[in-house]
């Protein structure tokens, strides 16, 4: 038999790992998409097949975890096997700006999809996108039995989250699980997180179409891994005997000086030159260090992360450079590109 997955969160970076992950396991997939003035599945295209073709996999619905009576059609209709909650106002300096709006996406949101999978009646396992954040405060390492101290909207809501998935779990019998993520990147990153701005930049320097790069709190230390690996950690937890909790991280901490010099230094750039300070990137709150313990997902679930911080700074410039090659590069010389980024329009 065919498993039927569904995706909230499928056209941001994980879900688009995901997606191609379950359709290369045979699965068919279902995308909970929002609808926006301009297309935002730019991470997916790569997947779509049209629907009339008999050979479709991937199927992608409108709706919004704001929307609850919608989330319950989808899925009666659906009737999923597994639901991975992927879908989040997931940048925590924006989440001190709107708080509220993230309260209501990325803990409210979460809510109504349990509530749906269990008004609906369906028997999907179901995948909840926990994060460190939940640390915050709390030094590391960090591993399922440390105790939660969230520093921000963002991390309080996902704190929610977290505590309302385990309650489905014991309350209804359900099999639902958090995964309790460190951060992790790709070339697929949001344009705003500290990585892929930095990546990003290092590319538009390198090519003379940048000076700058204007960053906030260079001290905080995170463990980072690798994107496509932690999608298959996400799937592993919904083949487990039991529901269970997993962190996924590296276990490997590095500073982001550490990673602007391992991405400037990458294409033979000095990073103290070019990168400036603004306080517009500091948060209210900060979480100084996260690093991971996943020795519980290492031994139970067979889950082993092979790429590190400086291993993915030289993996995300590399992309970046041959990114803006295919962009802008036959123009770069008669077109001035924008100066502005999407970092200092939101983050
Ligand atoms: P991302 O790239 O920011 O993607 C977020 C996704 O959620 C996008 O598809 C976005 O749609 C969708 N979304 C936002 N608001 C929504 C709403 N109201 N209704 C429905 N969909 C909505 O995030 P990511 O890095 O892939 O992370 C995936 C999940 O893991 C998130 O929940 C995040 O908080 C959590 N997490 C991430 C990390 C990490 O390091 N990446 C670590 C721990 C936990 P649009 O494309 O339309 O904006
Ligand atoms: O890349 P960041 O914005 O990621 P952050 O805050 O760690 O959150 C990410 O990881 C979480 C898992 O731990 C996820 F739950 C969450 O959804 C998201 O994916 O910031 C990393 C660090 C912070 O300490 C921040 O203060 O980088 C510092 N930083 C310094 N300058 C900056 C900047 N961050 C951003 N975004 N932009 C800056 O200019």
Known sequence: MTKRALITGITGQDGSYLAELL?????EVHGIIRRASTFNTSRIDHLYVDPHDPNA?????YGDLSDGGRLVTLLSRIDPDEVYNLAAQSHVRVSFDEPEYTADVTGSGTIRLLEAVHLAG???RFYQASSSELYGATPPPQSEKTPFYPRSPYAAAKLYSYWITKNYREAYDMFAVNGILFNHESPRRGETFVTRKI??????????VQ????????EAIRDWGYAAEYVEGMWRMLQADTPEDYVLATGVGYTIKD???ASFGHVGLDWQEYVKFDERYLRPTEVDALIGDSSKAQSELGWTPTVDGVALA????DADIEA???EGRPWIDKVKLPSWSTEEVAG
């Open 23 to 27: 359709l290369a396991k045979g699965y």
């Open 57 to 61: 996999k991937l199927f992608l619905h």
């Open 122 to 124: 369906v028997k999907a």
């Open 199 to 208: 990546t990003r930049a290092v590319a538009r320097i390198k090519a003379g």
């Open 211 to 218: 000076k700058d790069l204007y960053l906030g709190n260079l």
């Open 259 to 261: 990673f602007l010099e």
């Open 314 to 317: 030289k993996i995300m410039v």
């Open 324 to 326: 803006l090659e295919c």
